[in-house]
């Protein structure tokens, strides 16, 4: 293997032991000849391309570790959603729970399905979620709601860029029909502006009833896009339809203040007694806990503060047919612990970034499906309930990871479950 020599300020300099400057550019050269490895031409499922597929591969690894009898059997179910198909990979599913949400959507007692190879993790989501529980429940409350796509247009200068921008704020009524032409669920909500010099972006923003949204807006914004290249007063030197605006499973500032998705709180307080007894540690050594760790999360550049929001959204969208990739801003929040009045701890979580639906994407899969019917949050009518429920979540899981290193029972919780 070669060796890296580092120099004194961090950077590399050069291969101290590696392979001589000919047998290196040969490594590193450029190849023309034909892949010996090719996909099938369509994407698409059907018998015939699976078995062509399975041709290539079965000299690779078994086929029956992914391509199941009940793959076999649900495979036409998943042609919506994914291109060039062998097969499922299969992740263990706990449960968390009971998790009782005092919500304005969310009202009840939750089992919350989890999929994860991470040992330790439904354990911990277990403990906060009775914790809370036996706490009476946490409170939330889904405060906003909406998804955005963000195209951006180019002019000369700045003043054609103000003549561009004093049209489309005329154009609301056109731009909210013509984008809702394309979508039985989608309302065109909200549209902000923009300009940075002679460039102008548009930050358009729907509401997507209980579906997650991406696809819905890209294609209603999209269709807003052309009508706006086919009449705006001045033409573009360059647009593009989306110019990195919307945060789009990215992690980013903006939405701490805003929306994109659902924007939910929760909080709970815990006496005393409980902490105690769930946690092993007090109120006040978890407040203070909080305190230095924020300080740590500004000294690294951190967005928000918390302590792993991501596990818990990750473990939920995956079981439950959600665009796991979108883990990059819905982890995005802040977290906050306080002495309360009579002497207990008050925790709350803000997730202003939760890209969730029950409708559409996976969530008609049949295991991601199973998952939904376990929460009871299936179908229409139950995506702002099922972000109340991850905003809970989060804080149980927020509850238990500060309570185990206040105790110094983090590493050992690992130590047993994960060996």
């Given amino acids: 293997m070669p060796k890296l020599n580092l120099s004194q300020n961090g950077t590399t300099s050069i291969f101290e032991q590696g392979p001589d400057t000919d047998k290196l550019e040969q490594l590193l050269e450029p190849h023309f000849e034909r892949p010996s490895l090719r996909l099938t031409p369509s994407p698409y499922i059907s018998e015939k391309n699976l078995t062509k597929r399975w041709q290539k591969l079965e000299s690779l690894t078994d086929q029956d570790a992914l391509l199941d009898e009940q793959s076999k059997t649900n495979a036409e179910l998943y042609n919506k959603n994914i291109e060039h198909f062998i097969g499922t990979v299969k992740l263990p599913v706990g449960i968390a729970g009971p998790l009782r949400v005092n919500g304005l959507y969310a009202n009840k007692d939750y089992l919350v399905p989890l999929a994860t190879t991470e040992a330790a993790l439904v ?41 561009f921008v004093a049209w489309v704020v005329t154009q609301y009524d056109h731009f909210k029909q ?72 990215k992690p980013n500032t903006h939405t701490l203040r805003h929306v994109r998705g659902k924007k939910v709180s929760a909080d709970v307080h815990l006496s005393r007694e409980l902490v105690k007894k769930y946690l092993h540690t007090t109120p006040e050594k978890m407040v203070k806990f909080g305190q230095m760790t924020t300080t740590g999360s500004a ?75 376990i929460l009871g949050l299936h179908g229409s009518g139950n995506a702002k309930a099922l972000a109340e429920v991850a905003a809970s979540l989060c804080l149980a899981g927020e509850l238990s990871i500060v309570g185990a290193f206040c105790a110094d029972h983090f590493t050992r919780a690992h130590q047993k479950l994960a060996r």
């Fill in 123 to 163: 354990a911990s989501y277990n403990r906060g979620a009775q914790l809370i529980t036996a706490a009476g429940g946490a409170s939330a409350m889904l405060l906003n709601e909406g998804v955005t796509r963000t195209p951006v247009f180019a002019f000369e200068r700045l003043a054609d860029a103000g003549q």
């Fill in 178 to 249: 013509v984008a809702e032409s394309t979508t039985s669920h989608g309302k065109l909500h909200d549209i902000n502006v923009n300009i940075d010099g002679n460039q102008v972006y548009l930050v358009f923003e729907f509401h997507t009833g209980d579906a997650s949204g991406q696809n819905m807006v890209t294609i209603a914004t999209h269709k807003v896009f052309h009508y706006i290249l086919e009449h705006a007063p001045i033409e573009p030197r360059e647009a593009f339809l989306d110019g990195n605006l919307s945060g789009d499973k």
């Fill in 299 to 373: 000294l690294s550049g951190g967005i928000g503060v918390n302590a792993h929001y991501a596990n818990a959204l990750a473990a939920l969208y995956i079981a439950c047919g959600q665009d796991a990739a979108c883990v990059a801003e819905s982890a995005i929040g802040m977290t906050r612990m306080e002495i309360n009045e009579q002497g207990g701890l008050y925790a709350c979580v803000t997730l202003p970034n939760l890209m969730l639906g029950t409708v559409g994407g996976g969530t008609g899969l049949p295991s991601q499906k199973a998952c939904l019917d």
